[in-house]
């Protein structure tokens, strides 16, 4: 068995835009989730861990934190997630309408021509320290 840090230290957080249709959700969802373990550096941080079943069969890169998902009301509570992570530093990937149209291509220059006050949020994901993240969260629900 490996020495593992303490899983209730750090976590992800994924909040999600409850007007949104699920599947675009789920779209955005994955976009996000591949965004942030893929790109903010942290490999190691993040704690991926190889399962082996008792056949020999490799499990990889499964998160020894937990990740919650939670629902928000509107963008606009997205949007105050993101200005919080901001500040704190905190590492996020976040989803927008203007990212569900098109090619990459289109989705970049919809949303370079868009100002950020009117970026329809589908969803944030966020890394971090589990106390931190609970008081940018707090009063956010499990998605249902």
């Given at each position: 068995?490996?020495?593992?840090?303490?899983?209730?230290?750090?976590?992800?957080?994924?909040?999600?835009?409850?007007?949104?249709?699920?599947?675009?959700?789920?779209?955005?969802?994955?976009?996000?989730?591949?965004?942030?373990?893929?790109?903010?550096?942290?490999?190691?941080?993040?704690?991926?861990?190889?399962?082996?079943?008792?056949?020999?069969?490799?499990?990889?890169?499964?998160?020894?934190?937990?990740?919650i998902v939670l629902q928000a009301?509107?963008?606009?509570?997205?949007?105050?997630?993101?200005?919080?992570?901001?500040?704190?530093?905190?590492?996020?990937?976040?989803f927008t309408s203007t990212m569900a149209?098109?090619?990459?291509?289109?989705?970049?220059?919809?949303?370079?021509?868009?100002?950020?006050?009117?970026?329809?949020?589908?969803?944030?994901?966020?890394?971090?320290?589990?106390?931190?993240?609970?008081?940018?969260?707090?009063?956010?629900?499990?998605?249902?």
């Amino acid at each position: 068995m490996q020495n593992l840090p303490d899983e209730n230290t750090k976590r992800f957080a994924a909040v999600l835009n409850k007007k949104i249709e699920i599947g675009r959700l789920m779209n955005a969802l994955g976009h996000m989730t591949a965004g942030l373990a893929g790109g903010v550096g942290l490999r190691d941080e993040l704690c991926f861990l190889q399962y082996e079943d008792k056949n020999g069969g490799k499990h990889p890169n499964i998160s020894h934190f937990p990740f919650i998902v939670l629902q928000a009301d509107n963008s606009n509570k997205i949007r105050a997630v993101r200005n919080e992570a901001l500040k704190r530093n905190i590492p996020f990937v976040d989803f927008t309408s203007t990212m569900a149209i098109g090619t990459s291509e289109q989705q970049m220059f919809a949303t370079g021509e868009t100002l950020e006050t009117n970026l329809e949020y589908y969803g944030i994901c966020l890394f971090g320290k589990t106390m931190e993240l609970k008081e940018i969260t707090g009063r956010l629900s499990l998605f249902r």
